[in-house]
């Protein structure tokens, strides 16, 4: 066993001096000769960056601020989407990505079809038949599915290189190990709340209410710009009181009226929950999800 640790030490020390001495020999690649990867969403720009390490140059449309769903490019963003190398739109979220990524004829990776993606009606409740049959995006609420997608994403970014074909062997299974970590410590925390009914204003939390075993009432549908009707803000109302809400929950981006209304309402309070669409420069999406991990055990009673 022992003998078998040192040569696998020498091995792989070997292999990085191999590595190392080819990088050597080639002229350092410049940026622009790396293979280009593009997405609209903050999760899979993460996840795209974890996994090709600097193999790849990863560019996020996703916006820095606004409504991520209504994502409007610009001449130059659709051109980095035509020249990109590997485009990963997700299915549903942004309209006018899609639409982009539709008419390249290779390098595009839909992931969301690899996800077992919920419709929008597994976890609307009665006004569900609206967005009948359309896929809900926001798949990156659950860590585990974020875990298939980093193998998934994996396998096509290898494909981009030599180098990134090395990289992924090791960034794969390491950013897996952190998204198990990260399911590990949602499943622990989650696991003695009083409350498992999350009340939001913008639908985005249905593969995290699937993950965990909550349930989302969501008022406003998938967009986070739609307008609920008095008569759905009643029925929200009606619901929440039934199951003795804790709080309610919103995000920092969207109109805070619904909320506030719903919160005055059942006389709770508000707190936040991220719906990670859009671009963050300080924080990952391991950090961003532990915040959130932090407002649900406030809102929901978790001893
Ligand atoms: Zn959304």
Redesign the pocket.
């Known amino acids: 066993m022992v003998l078998m640790k040192i040569l696998l030490a020498f091995l792989t020390s070997s292999l990085i001096l191999a590595g190392c001495s080819n990088a050597a020999e080639d002229s350092q690649p410049a940026s622009e000769s790396l293979p280009s990867i593009v997405t609209g969403s903050f999760a899979v720009a993460w996840l795209a960056s974890s996994i090709s390490d600097g193999c790849a140059v990863v560019t996020d449309l996703a916006p820095s601020g606004g409504d ?2 209504d994502l409007e490019l610009t001449a130059s963003q659709t051109a980095s989407i035509l020249d990109a190398d590997l485009v990963v739109p997700v299915d549903g ?1 942004q309209p006018a990505f899609d639409a982009v990524a539709e008419s390249k004829s290779s390098g595009v990776f839909d992931i969301l079809d690899l996800l077992d993606p919920l419709t929008a009606e597994d976890h609307a409740d009665e006004d569900g038949h609206e967005n009948h049959g359309l896929l809900d ?2 798949f990156w609420l659950d860590p585990k599915r974020v875990s298939d997608a980093a193998g998934f994403l994996g396998a096509e970014i290898s494909k981009l290189s030599a180098d990134c074909a090395t990289k992924v062997e090791v960034t794969v299974p390491a950013v897996q190990a952190q998204l198990e970590d990260l399911t590990q410590e949602f499943e622990t925390s989650l696991a003695t709340c009083s409350s498992r009914t999350i009340v939001v204003s ?3 939390f249905g593969y995290l209410a699937d993950a965990f075993n909550l349930e989302q009432i969501g008022v406003a549908g ?3 710009e739609g307008e609920p009707s008095a008569a759905r803000l009643k029925e929200v109302i009606d619901l929440a009181n039934s199951l003795g809400v804790s709080a309610v929950f919103t995000e920092s981006t969207v109109n805070p009226d619904v909320a506030q209304t719903l919160a005055d309402a059942l006389e709770v309070g508000i707190l936040t929950l991220d ?1 990670l ?1 859009i671009a963050s420069v300080s924080k990952d999406y391991i950090s961003l999800m532990q915040t959130n991990l932090e407002s649900l055990r406030s809102g929901l009673n978790c001893s």
Do not use: K, N
């Open positions: 991520a769903h979220l995006p926001h913008h639908e985005a998938l967009d986070p719906p669409e």
